[in-house]
């Protein structure tokens, strides 16, 4: 099942996100979260490990049909409060989703998967539900960032002292031995998580150096289903040989 948020991490966690530097991250997390699930209108998409509703809010006005799904109530209360009624939520565990398999278009975790105690079964599940695209927002655990933040979880505790953070060879090492030789895309966000501005986000936006294998938040978009390109079947046949009757035979049977 993992880590569960309790009320008073519920309350820390939104709080976070108030300060005006921490709203940059954050922005920056959405927007690579959002350029691998390019929504369209009509998909039906899962958050699963929704939180209090910050991954869901960008995806309200696109025409998708939302669901989200958490196992803390009190992060269910928060998603409720700010999303109404336009996602249906659930309560539940990333590991055994209470849907059908192909239920939903696309599935995605956005700095979820570390909190649960069996992320290659999460990812197993996630599959099984969506029939397209799977997206991965996960924390790096080669991040300057994420190192200082586990640091401080040993002296001072904090949700991250709870967290599992992976690196991109890790995931992909998961993901292979789950699906096989899948189609994987990746790439990273928040290089220099302490600055930031304009100048700082149009160079974070840069798709080059979001082939950075040290970004704070690794993005990363896979297909439940192996591609397998085909080409068309070349036969060669011998024509067959004209039939031509018996000359002898033939003029016996007219006589």
């Not at 040989?241 to 049977?253: H, N």
Request: aromatic residues 12%.
């Amino acid at each position: 099942m993992g880590y569960i948020f309790d009320f008073q991490d519920a309350g820390l966690y939104d709080a976070w996100f108030d300060p005006a530097k921490n709203k940059y991250c954050l922005d920056l997390e959405i927007k690579l979260m959002m350029d691998f699930l390019s929504p369209e209108k009509g998909q039906r998409i899962l958050d699963i490990g929704c939180g209090s509703g910050i991954s869901l809010e960008p995806l309200l006005d696109k025409g998708l049909n939302l669901t989200g799904l958490d196992p803390s109530p009190y992060m269910l209360d928060l998603a409720s409060n700010r999303l109404g009624n336009q996602v249906d939520l659930h309560r539940g565990v990333a590991e055994d989703l209470p849907f059908d398999d192909n239920a939903f278009d696309c599935a995605f975790f956005f700095t979820s998967l570390e909190f649960t105690d069996r992320p290659a079964k999460a990812i197993e599940e996630a599959c099984r539900v969506a029939k397209d695209t799977v997206v991965l927002c996960i924390l790096n655990r080669y991040a300057p960032l994420n190192m200082i933040r586990r640091f401080k979880s040993f002296f001072v505790p904090n949700i991250y002292a709870h967290a599992n953070f992976f690196g991109i060879w890790e995931l992909k090492q998961i993901l292979f031995a789950i699906l096989g030789n899948v189609p994987v895309k990746w790439r990273t966000t928040l290089q220099f998580p302490f600055t930031y501005g304009k100048i700082a986000a149009l160079v974070e936006n840069n798709k080059i150096i979001q082939k950075s294998f040290f970004g704070t938040l690794i993005g990363m978009k896979i297909k439940p289903v192996p591609n397998f390109r085909t080409r068309p079947l070349v036969l060669k046949l011998k024509r067959p040989k004209a039939y031509r009757p018996t000359t002898g035979l033939a003029t016996r049977m007219r006589s």
